[in-house]
């Protein structure tokens, strides 16, 4: 069974400082993994979708990796703003196409 | 449509009651799905659509739980006999079939609170 593990489960930053989620997860039988931000009492939005050939997708202030061999993904945030706060989840999709997710970084940007 | 739509977005519903709660997703999306979130808790996986076979309905917590998908578009989760335990955030999320492409949509939710 995937486990989807996120770290820290939560943390507060200063404005302007760069963030850095951690995702590992134990089954590297991947077809992709997606980042996903939800706000207080909303649904997902998704941020990044990296394939589980690709090493890296950006979007803007967003940079994911994927490093499927040891089963681990990085979100980077650069220059984080008061708006970035929510938490973060972590999904990966496997071979039952079903998506596995970590239970998520709660981030507060502080102005 | 643009999105993943669901309704209601918030549902009160005394325990012992039955509800019924809706997902119509993107179009051309032969993929659903239905995951609960319950409070301080991670996503959890109910059940799976794909097309015209067989549901995957083994997230499914109890046989009070079941859900239908009509003409392969809008599907609605049914729980039988609800329980307090039973309150949580239904999300409804939809895909492309390939699995190379599978980028998940999802909806805003139902917040269902079972008094």
């Known amino acids: 069974k995937q486990e989807v593990t996120q770290i820290p489960a939560a943390l507060s930053v200063p404005e302007g400082e760069n963030l850095v989620l951690n995702c590992s997860f134990t089954?590297?039988?991947?077809?992709?993994l997606q980042w996903f931000r939800q706000d207080p009492g909303k649904g997902l939005t998704s941020l990044l979708l990296?394939?589980?050939?690709?090493r890296e997708q950006t979007s803007g202030r967003l940079n994911a990796s994927l490093d499927k061999s040891s089963g681990r993904s990085t979100l980077y945030i650069a220059a984080s703003q008061p708006g970035d706060s929510a938490t973060y989840l972590c999904a990966v999709r496997g071979g039952n196409n079903r998506l596995a997710f970590g239970k998520g970084n709660q981030v507060v940007v502080i102005p | 449509g643009a999105g993943v739509s669901q309704s209601p977005s918030n549902k009160v519903t005394e325990k012992g009651k039955d509800v019924e709660l809706r997902c119509d997703p993107i179009s051309g999306h032969t993929a659903l799905y239905w995951y609960r979130q319950s409070l301080g808790q991670g996503l959890e996986f109910l059940i799976y659509f794909q097309g015209n076979s067989a549901p995957d309905k083994s997230g499914l917590p109890s046989d009070r739980f079941s859900a239908e998908r009509t003409g392969g578009s809008v599907s609605t989760l049914t729980i039988q006999r609800t329980q307090q335990e039973d309150s949580a955030v239904y999300l409804c999320?939809?895909?492309?079939?390939?699995?190379?492409?599978?980028?998940?949509?999802f909806g805003s939710g139902t917040r269902l609170t079972v008094v």
């Open positions: 089954d590297s039988a991947i077809y992709n």
């Open positions: 990296i394939q589980s050939s690709q």
């Open positions: 999320a939809s895909s492309l079939a390939s699995r190379a492409d599978g980028g998940y949509t």
